[in-house]
């Protein structure tokens, strides 16, 4: 074809027809036996790449086919950029690239979202691993993950300042200094959305809260005081009007409302910061004649659960959180051998939840409520026990086919049951179920525990056989509620769940999904959970059946991780066992906001191994799991 006769067009109807590319038609030999070659080669006289370079006839052929007459610049500098063999880039060089505000906000934002997504499913691991590391480089034990709590970076950091700004902090400047206020107006603006209120910025960095009070109107606070009667990530009280709540944060001060608010609703003797009755321990508020005392914990000085971590250590007194626990847990049991009723109040609580605060103490003064603690409580609700005998750590009651271990979670780093107990009792008919001090003390998973240990002793009265039963398929709403009531490890998401109705009242849930631990091929039953008290005779075997009817697959493997803590696995009569693994490895304790032990993260096995052998991490007797599987012929 003569090239002189050619143009764009026609070479795109031959290199891509209908639009679509066809890469063995760009190639030299083709492009030259159809007379395409010196025409595309000759197109443009100012390629960015040189006539003997490989990749020349790319760019023409590039530039044709996105119609680019002149070679494209950077976006920073406006320099021309040079083809990359398979396109134009944005940018000239590395430099353009690192320095464009775009690119750097997208980097902010992508590692800020991974960041906050690492945070929220590791962060308590990362402080760890970060605390270690810093404590290891600069040879001293250190309580926080910050590197500003090492002094030489506090003292090299505050030179730097010096030398380059002429002041000894950031925050001396007037630019940071207008940067922290707008960072703080802009989180303020979305916190007038969460809490519905209106802020007008005064010129002195203060904030004039609008209707704030309905006795004082509106009200001026310091960016401090705003952040901590506000803010929702922060303390914020039901009533933030510093003059109807006057005595802010001082712990002294909540005190001396509590005993305000006793003395307007009892007569009696009240006695602050007495010291006669246990044994020289202080008990902030002690009604003698009611043998009632209260306890007013400091969120910094008694280490909050909320706040604090098992292995924070106070600054000021240099005791660790679980020490400290463990002194405010000896003193209650301490209390209750006296025959005092202690009870603690905490300050975060008390800030946010005044009213329902004091309600409670009204109702413990009353006779409303007559609070036990965990141990005492348990014993109580197991009726008869056969044998009892006491390790410090544990409490043991033993039935002729049940041995209940209670665990004290604040002996966890003196020692634990040794192996050889633990296989030995794994080994006897007799079953063995371990309750543990942090989660009975949350009466959702109590009342579930002792559902579990009357099924256990054959205490279950309300029995219902599955024939009788209705199976229906759920939505999440229903499972999600049945779970969080019935079920000891609350709800999880699943690709299916089965219900049993009788008499229209929801009495059992049968779950399965993905096998999360193994191969993900396989399918795990998620939860098998029973109405508290009540047993339902063949329910999960009426359940099995329907799915193995209406959804398994032949050559499907079923898999059951049996919770060997609280059941038994005999209803897995038609699984195969495969294996039990050891329970030393299934916990540890690590404790989150919430103050709950953590479950071992597959994904840090070896790191977490590692901190055992180091003696950071204590781990928690447990029977772990049986696993169980049935493939589907």
């Known amino acids: 074809m003569d090239s002189m006769k050619l143009n764009d067009k026609i070479v795109l109807d031959y290199i891509a027809p209908n639009g679509k590319l066809i890469a063995q038609r760009c190639s030299a030999y083709a492009l030259k036996n159809h007379n395409f070659y010196d025409y595309i080669i000759n197109r443009y006289n100012n390629n960015t790449l040189s006539f003997e370079d490989t990749h020349y006839l790319k760019e023409c052929l590039y530039r044709i086919i996105n119609n680019i007459e002149n070679p494209p610049v950077c976006k920073l500098c406006g320099n021309i950029v040079k083809f990359s063999y398979t396109k134009y880039p944005t940018y000239c060089s590395r430099y353009c690239s690192n320095h464009d505000e775009d690119v750097l906000k997208k980097i902010s934002e992508s590692c800020s979202k991974s960041l906050k997504e690492a945070y929220k499913m590791d962060g308590d691991g990362i402080k760890l691993k970060r605390l270690n590391t810093l404590s290891s480089k600069y040879g001293t034990k250190l309580t926080s993950s910050s590197p500003f709590s090492v002094k030489e970076i506090q003292e090299l950091s505050q030179k730097i300042v010096e030398e380059k700004y002429g002041v000894k902090n950031a925050f001396q400047m007037e630019k940071c200094r207008k940067k922290n206020i707008e960072t703080s107006r802009n989180k303020s603006i979305q916190l007038q959305k969460e809490r519905g209120i209106e802020i007008e910025y005064l010129d002195n960095g203060n904030y004039l809260v609008k209707n704030c009070c309905p006795i004082h109107g509106d009200l001026e606070y310091t960016q401090t005081d705003f952040n901590n009667r506000f803010r929702i990530d922060r303390y914020h009280v039901s009533n933030p009007c510093y003059l109807c709540n006057p005595f802010g944060y001082h712990i002294s001060g909540q005190q001396k409302n509590i005993v305000n608010y006793i003395k307007s609703i009892y007569s009696g003797d009240i006695i602050e910061n007495d010291k006669s009755v246990l044994d020289g321990l202080e008990i902030d508020i002690y009604l003698p004649e009611l043998k009632i005392g209260f306890e007013f914990n400091g969120d910094y000085w008694h280490m909050n659960p909320l ?53 409670f103490i009204s109702n413990i003064i009353l006779g409303n409520i007559d609070y036990e603690h965990p141990l005492l409580k348990l014993k109580k609700s197991l009726d008869k026990i056969d044998t009892t005998y006491e390790l410090k750590e544990y409490m043991i009651f033993e039935y002729e086919n049940v041995r209940i271990v209670y665990v004290d979670g604040f002996y966890f780093n003196k020692k634990s049951i040794p192996n050889s107990v633990l296989n030995g009792w794994k080994s006897e008919t007799k079953r063995t179920i371990f309750v543990y001090d942090y989660e009975i003390t949350d009466e959702r998973k109590f009342e579930v525990i002792l559902s579990d240990i009357k099924y256990a002793l054959g205490k279950i009265d309300n029995r219902i056989y599955a024939r009788k039963c209705l199976l229906k398929e759920l939505n999440n709403k229903d499972v999600r509620k049945f779970l969080e009531d019935n079920s000891l490890f609350g709800y999880r998401s699943a690709s299916i769940t089965f219900g049993l109705y009788y008499e229209n009242e929801l009495v059992m849930i049968y779950s399965l999904g993905n096998n999360f631990y193994g191969r993900k091929k396989d399918t795990e039953i998620i939860r098998v959970c029973t109405k508290k008290n009540t047993q339902v005779i063949g329910g999960s075997s009426k359940c099995l ?45 690590s404790f989150d906001k919430l103050g709950k032990a953590f479950n071992r993260t597959p994904s840090r096995n070896k790191e977490v191994k590692e901190l055992i052998k180091k003696g950071e991490l204590v781990l928690i007797p447990t029977y772990g799991v049986d696993v169980y599987k049935k493939i589907i012929k």
């Not at 626990?325 to 946010?352: S, T």
């Open 307 to 359: 706040l604090y971590r098992y292995d924070d250590e106070n600054s000021s007194s240099h005791i660790k959180a679980i020490e400290q626990w463990g002194k405010d847990r000896n003193k209650i049991l301490l209390a209750n051998e006296k025959g005092v009723k202690l009870y603690h109040i905490w300050e975060y609580y008390f800030l946010n939840y005044k009213d329902l605060q004091l309600d």
């Open 545 to 589: 059946n329907y799915y193995i009817k209406n959804y398994a697959k032949s050559g499907e493997t079923i898999i059951f991780y049996v919770d060997a803590i609280h059941h038994s696995g005999s209803s897995m009569t038609d699984f195969e066992f495969v294996k039990h693994e050891n329970g030393f490895m299934n916990y540890y304790v």
